[in-house]
């Protein structure tokens, strides 16, 4: 069984940074493509950026190109996303995902594991 486990979410100011963990047990880390995905109050999740397996391709939404970058350590079984420049529009509860059957995905149905999410809010 594959588990998740996110921490680094809280409250910062807005221009702020955070930093989101995400540690992965259970089964062969190198194998899985990880998606970081959000979901704020009353809106559906959606897709923040990915990293891809084998060749750490790295994706984006909009909304994360040029503040927002996602890596992964092979070594500590751990990704990361590493957001900067945060803005209140940023608050959201913040999922790692992993999925082993898709080199990359933006889409929440195609990513079989799931942590159990970490609160990000910016303050104006």
């Known amino acids: 069984q594959v588990q998740l486990v996110e921490s680094g979410g809280g409250l910062v100011q807005a221009g702020g940074s955070l930093r989101l963990s995400c540690a992965v047990s259970?089964?062969?880390?190198?194998?899985?493509?990880m998606g970081w995905f959000r979901q704020a109050p009353g809106k559906e999740r959606e897709f923040v950026a990915a990293?891809?397996?084998?060749?750490?391709?790295?994706y984006y939404a909009d909304s994360a190109k040029g503040r927002f970058t996602i890596s992964r350590d092979y070594a500590k079984n751990t990704g990361y996303l590493q957001m900067n420049s945060l803005k209140p529009e940023d608050t959201a509860v913040y999922y790692c995902?992993?999925?082993?059957?898709?080199?990359?995905?933006?889409?929440?149905?195609?990513?079989?594991?799931w942590g159990q999410g970490t609160q990000v809010t910016v303050s104006s």
């Open positions: 995902a992993a999925d082993a059957n898709h080199y990359y995905s933006n889409r929440p149905y195609e990513y079989a594991y």
């Open positions: 990293i891809t397996r084998s060749f750490d391709n790295t």
């Open positions: 259970g089964r062969t880390f190198s194998r899985y493509v």
